[in-house]
């Protein structure tokens, strides 16, 4: 595989949203930096499915973090951005590589942010931040507490500057997230992990 | 959620269904298997992994309904607009070629592939002289394959499927309502043959000129995926087609060199 020569992250950076969270992560991105250890995992609810090479040109634009979307098998690369394809499932092994899953959705929903939040947490530990962003599914509750119950970081962006505030209030509401932060802060605060 | 299940109690739940029944997920990916193992612990109430492991030993039906659980079993009629409309004005003109066509759907699940391969070969008046081996892991499924018969609420998606798959016709001409289902018409499996095959422990069973596997190795590691993909090789004609998933790929494999890619669809072409 093309990144085999990259050393796996030793922390993951879960970013999960629907409805109003594009928005968000296209503006933080020209404001963060990645680190080496870290990589980050981006989980987006979309409609129609597969669109991947749309939203990864507009990310790219946007940085010069290298990004691309989440191959089966890949070793998960710090210093990497990957994006859950359209219509699959992301899933993260315990050897740290990427497995893509078209099992049933979850809340209406393929990709899962609950499915690579609990997989994620089961890989990396305590070393898993999981930020759940705008949106108006339930999915990312459930992934939250696992990350919770991992020893691990659960943030949420605060409501009142969520598009959609149903997401991250569920989520405030069910997995008591460590973290609540707008978007200014949320920048600040991962480049600081 | 039962999320006290350690990755040696699953490995002890995978020997054993090795061991005591022939079905051998150790090369399957552990995220996956995980995940399933938990949704079917918290679905039936189990106290905690051994709970179930000692209904597996002592229980062969409910045993056969484990491993079905394991697999992934979602499928869809058309998927993936471009891919039937490369197999429909590229592949299916070169097989014209032959007086005999074989087409093999390996880990075909419920069966809405090749219904929908069974629909484009009728429309491309291939299908009298085709002959489509659909098979699976699980027998319960291959059964449900064989019924032809799916939840009518799906048809809507799949009429839709089809006509941006450049379907010809009215979709619903090829299935009759009934009761919340869609049967479809049985002229569409009088070429099918619908058995049970496993992917990492049989053998080659034909040759063919296209095999059709699709979002099955996903669920393998690297090994199980080459092993897969050798076999598929050893059941390929010359200048046959293999096709997968929308994110699968034979690169990095040891087949690689023989075959070539088809446009930039996921169907590669044996030289």
Redesign the interface.
């Known amino acids: ?1 093309a990144e085999d020569v990259d050393k796996p992250a030793q922390k993951l950076l879960l970013i999960g949203g629907s409805a109003g969270s594009l928005e968000v992560i296209l503006t933080m991105l020209p404001h963060i930096i990645l680190r080496d250890h870290l990589a980050m995992v981006i989980v987006l609810h979309r409609k129609g499915g ?1 669109d991947s090479a749309v939203l990864i040109s507009l990310l790219k634009d946007r940085t010069s973090i290298p990004v691309k979307e989440a ?3 890949e070793i998960i690369a710090g210093g990497h951005i990957y994006v859950a ?1 359209g ?2 499932h992301l ?4 050897n740290k590589t990427f ?6 959705k979850i809340h209406f929903s393929r990709p899962s942010i609950d ?1 690579s939040f ?2 994620g947490t ?2 990396f530990g305590t070393a898993t931040i999981g930020v759940l962003l705008s949106g108006a599914s339930k999915d990312g509750t ?1 992934g939250l507490r ?1 990350i919770n ?1 991992a020893g691990g970081i659960s943030v949420v962006q605060t409501p009142d500057s969520s598009v959609v505030d149903f997401m991250p209030a569920n989520a405030i509401r069910y997995a008591s997230p460590k973290e609540m932060l707008n978007v200014t802060e949320l920048i600040d605060y991962i480049n600081r992990l | 959620m039962t999320n006290a299940v350690t990755d040696e109690e699953i490995t002890a739940l995978l020997m054993l269904l090795l061991e005591q029944y022939g079905y051998d997920f150790l090369g399957y990916s552990r995220a996956s298997v995980k995940r399933r193992i938990l949704r079917l612990l918290s679905a039936e109430k189990f106290n905690g992994l051994t709970a179930m492991i000692q209904r597996v030993k002592l229980d062969a039906d409910y045993a056969r309904r484990c491993i079905e659980e394991i697999t992934v079993n979602v499928t869809e009629m058309f998927r993936d607009a471009s891919f039937y409309q490369c197999l429909r004005n590229t592949i299916l003109p070169v097989l014209n070629t032959y007086p005999m066509i074989r087409i093999w759907h390996a880990g075909c699940s419920t069966g809405e592939e090749v219904y929908s391969m069974a629909i484009l070969l009728q429309e491309e008046n291939l299908y009298h002289k085709s002959l489509l081996y659909a098979t699976d892991i699980n027998p319960g499924v291959i059964e449900k394959a064989r019924k032809g018969v799916f939840p009518i609420s799906q048809m809507k998606m799949y009429s839709g499927n089809y006509m941006a798959a450049g379907g010809k016709e009215a979709f619903s001409k090829y299935y009759t309502a009934n009761y919340g289902y869609a049967r479809f018409d049985e002229r569409l499996k009088e070429k099918i043959i619908f058995a049970t095959h496993n992917l990492v422990t049989d053998k080659s069973f034909n040759e063919f000129q296209l095999i059709v596997c699709r979002n099955v190795m996903i669920y393998f590691d690297k090994d199980l995926q080459e092993t897969v993909l050798k076999l598929f090789d050893d059941s390929l004609e010359s200048l046959g087609f293999l096709a997968l998933g929308a994110r699968e790929t034979i690169r990095f494999s040891s087949i690689e060199t023989r075959f070539r890619q088809v446009d930039k669809e996921r169907i590669w072409r044996k030289m």
Do not use: N, R, W
């Open positions: 595989m597969d191959e089966g098998k394809p219509d699959y899933l993260i092994e315990k497995t893509l899953d078209f099992s049933e499915v609990q997989t089961e890989a459930e696992s119950s």
